[in-house]
């Protein structure tokens, strides 16, 4: 008596099972799963971004998210690409580009920011995995062609309007324009740090956004190298070289202002963008924050982080192919001998 | 402190059946068994269709070059002699024999009158060719061979009691239930080898056996417990040795090139039978387990039994397996057939539906995520490896050190966008090996 379905013929159990090469298990992490934790991470930056600068900012997170979808889907029918809306990037990119811009952008700007950063960023590269760049932070530079919008903040808790671009608040200075101009903020520390200051929507919160950091580190979705690189560099060239006579808190201060944190834990961590080694992902963060604080100190813009981080995406190969780690066990191939006077001369 | 190697994995353990005592399967009706089981060249039936054989009978023998000989595990009738497809896709001589239910001993198996302390290392070498023992955790090395060849040159003796992979426990088992098969077949070794030491790496995780065995080599000059983290592959030689000694084997090279031999845990246990008693490798311990099989065992079972008398043993299934695993979930082999027999490598029978396995999707794409990169044991940049043989650029494949993978598995099981990055760099290093022989 048989206690399992055994068929009778080996052709049905050519039907029934699956022989396919080892391994047979996998972990359960996939792309979404890791996507979802990044969005996660983010929400209590982007909750307070809403809390702190009203539902617009709500508004030009949805438009954004949207329009990167739909984006995705549309070029992804054309491009015969595999469809990977599921796998939740898009989602990502959107809500990472609409923290980066000023709540009081024309709601038109997310949307073309979102098509330019999916379709021409990502998609035309081959899709997930393939573009070089990083997509939210190309479409906010290309953003910057409308310099006047992207760069006019607005006062926290300013009431603006949902919809209209009819935007009649006064626009103010950022801590990091008095920063540049070698002055500490007069915003004490203390609300940098929690987010009390005008900027883009994402930027604003250090603490919520170190929060969020944490949680993807502790998950072990990223690594704690580039940020702590990232950041420490930023913190070390302007405690060492501060813009005018200042101390330790022009330091503290640059640290928490503009885009870094949500630069160093969420757009410098892309995987797609950034080396996959250990020592490649420290010299990549160590690049990242040099820039940044080059592009303060000396450049057009008084934000140097998307800057950097771009600058350094495209290196990302050259670290990687630099740092590559020795194989296990490895034997360095046998040099034809050399003739004995030649000192330090190449093999042939 | 726990030793250990750089990288690697911590799958799902599942390891059910690490309570269950080792049970005997009941008599099988017909057993199959293959003419090579091990690494070499295939034997030759020493029997006809129609001849009786007793159990222990050696059946098939090597006429020349590497290999070892194959024993009946029943006493009956040999059926018939044929050709059948075996897993790894060769067509190996089949020997068929029905049970005649008396499990006759052969008389000629006699054990060592005396003590084993008289035995010579060329006696223990002989005994352990003649016993037909090959390495037992998979990879089925004739294990005469690998003393002779161990002989004189090394200073280390590992007996390997990781068994990092998921779902199996027979080593475990083993250990706990007879611990002193295990310390004497180390004995056997190391007067083998010429050795006056030895290393016995357990896995933190068997915390139990490593009690045990502390315990009874307390004061034991000889034996050193070593407590390996628990992590796969932590089995895997090249990392055992690092683990241990902090060296490593070059690339292309042997444990022996180092200093170093690795047993098994449950060769070691057969080498001590086939010596003491004369009783060759015609039985071993197998782990049934997967969320198919009502309940899970270790089964000391007939080499050759078919695994569907086992799963019968276990209680028959409690749904269709989607999945049948001959060894562990990460390195074990795929089986087309519930009939087919146990060989003298088959440590485990995993039968998993489809929910507890993975499909090959056909939409994976690699999202860069370094993951693979951080637990790859040869230090190795699997995305790399996997991008370029999916692109035929073996050239780079090979800079980047293709040809040091060990094929493990880890960066296949921890890849999020479900890259089949193990089976590219498979295809590659084929491809390259082709190249290579059609230069010279
Ligand atoms: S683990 Fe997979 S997705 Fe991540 S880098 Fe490796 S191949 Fe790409
Ligand atoms: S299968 Fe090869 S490349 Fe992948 S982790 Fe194992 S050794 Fe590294």
């Known amino acids: 008596m048989k206690k399992h379905p055994l068929p009778d013929s080996t052709a049905e159990f050519d039907k029934m099972l699956t022989v396919s090469p080892n391994p047979h298990i996998r972990s359960r992490e996939t792309t979404p799963s890791l996507m979802l934790c990044v969005i996660i991470a983010l929400l209590p930056a982007a909750v307070w971004g809403v809390y702190q600068f009203g539902l617009r900012a709500l508004m030009i997170m949805i438009v954004s998210i949207v329009s990167c979808v739909c984006a995705e889907a549309l070029s992804a029918l054309v491009l015969k690409l595999k469809f990977s809306i599921n796998d939740l990037s898009a989602v990502v990119t959107g809500l990472l580009l609409a923290l980066n811009l000023p709540v009081s952008v024309p709601l038109w700007m997310p949307a073309v920011g979102g ?43 300013t009431a603006l309007p949902l919809f209209s671009s009819d935007i009649d608040a006064v626009s103010t200075a950022t801590p990091l324009a008095s920063l540049n101009a070698g002055a500490l903020p007069g915003i004490p520390i203390i609300d940098l740090f929690i987010g009390k200051q005008p900027g883009c929507i994402g930027e604003v919160s250090a603490l919520l956004l170190l929060a969020g950091g944490l949680f993807l580190i502790i998950r072990k979705v990223i690594s704690v190298r580039i940020p702590l690189a990232f950041i420490g560099t930023v913190f070390a060239l302007t405690y060492f070289f501060p813009l005018g006579d200042q101390d330790v808190h022009y330091a503290v201060a640059s640290v928490f202002s503009g885009a870094l944190f949500l630069g160093a834990f969420f757009m410098a961590t892309d995987y797609t963008t950034s080396p996959c080694t250990p020592i490649g992902q420290i010299i990549y963060g160590v690049g990242c924050g040099a820039l ?34 020795t194989p296990f066990g490895h034997v360095k191939p046998e040099k034809p001998k050399k003739p004995k006077k030649a000192k330090g001369g190449e093999a042939e | 402190m726990s030793l250990t190697f750089i990288g690697g994995i911590h799958p799902r353990e599942n390891k059910n059946a690490k309570d269950k005592p080792i049970e005997l399967l009941p008599p099988p009706e017909s057993i199959r068994l293959s003419m090579s089981q091990h690494i070499g060249v295939h034997c030759t039936p020493t029997v006809a269709v129609g001849d009786h054989v007793y159990k ?8 020349s070059g590497l290999g070892v000989p194959v024993h009946s595990s029943i006493s009956g009738t040999v059926k018939e002699i044929t050709k059948s497809v075996t897993p790894d896709n060769v067509e190996k001589q089949t020997v068929i024999i029905e049970n005649d239910g008396q499990n006759t001993p052969d008389p000629s198996v006699r054990g060592f009158d005396g003590p084993l302390s008289e035995l010579s290392a060329a006696q223990i070498i002989e005994r352990v060719r003649d016993a037909g023992i090959s390495g037992m955790g998979g990879a089925t090395f004739p294990s005469y061979a690998k003393i002779n060849s161990a002989a004189g040159k090394v200073k280390h003796l590992i007996i390997n009691c990781c068994e990092c ?38 896995e933190d995780n068997k915390k139990e056996a490593i009690r045990l065995f502390t315990k009874k080599l ?24 690092f683990a241990i000694y902090n060296v490593m084997i070059p690339q292309g090279k042997l444990p022996a090139d180092v200093g170093c031999v690795i047993f098994n845990t449950e060769t070691t246990a057969a080498v001590f039978r086939a010596v003491a008693y004369g009783i060759p490798l015609c039985e071993r311990i197998v782990t049934v387990d997967g969320d198919c099989v009502k309940e899970p065992k270790n089964i000391l079972c007939p080499i050759g039994a078919p695994l569907s008398d086992l799963v019968d043993f276990c209680g028959g299934l409690v749904k269709p397996p989607k999945k049948i695993i001959f060894g562990g979930p990460m390195m074990g082999q795929a089986q087309w057939d519930i009939r087919s027999p146990v060989s003298k490598g088959t ?64 960066c296949t099981y921890v890849c999020p966008g479900r890259v089949p990055i193990v089976q590219l760099i498979r295809s590659a290093k084929v491809r390259i090996k082709e190249n290579r022989a059609k230069k010279s």
């Open chain 2, 347 to 410: 440590s485990a029978a995993l039968l998993l539906s489809a929910s507890a396995t993975t499909e090959y999707e056909h939409r994976s794409a690699c999202i860069r995520c370094g993951k693979c990169v951080g637990v790859c044991p040869m230090h190795l940049m699997p995305t790399y490896l996997a991008s370029f043989s999916r692109t035929y650029n073996f050239d780079m494949c090979e800079k980047f050190g293709v040809m040091s993978c060990v094929e493990c598995g880890s």
């Open chain 1, 115 to 157: 098509v330019f950063a999916i379709v021409i960023v990502k998609q035309l590269f081959g899709g997930i995995g393939k573009n070089f760049l990083n997509p939210a932070l190309c479409a906010r530079v290309f953003l910057f062609s409308w310099a006047g919008e992207m760069t006019y903040f607005t006062t926290p808790k």
């Open chain 1, 292 to 325: 940044t604080v080059l592009i303060r100190y000396f450049g057009g813009y008084p934000e140097g982080v998307s800057f950097a981080i771009l600058i350094m995406n495209l290196f990302v190969w050259f670290i990687d192919k630099y740092t590559k780690p």
């Open chain 2, 165 to 202: 992979e998921p779902y199996i426990c027979a080593n475990y088992r083993l250990m706990i239930e007879d611990p002193d098969a295990v310390i004497n077949g180390a004995k056997l070794l190391m007067k083998a080898l010429g050795l006056r030491r030895c290393d016995i790496a357990i």
């Open chain 2, 218 to 241: 307390s004061g034991n000059q000889m034996f050193t417990v070593r407590k390996m983290k628990t992590k796969y592959p932590q089995g895997d030689e090249r990392q055992l040795i």
């Open chain 2, 56 to 63: 222990y009978q050696c059946i098939g023998k090597i006429t």
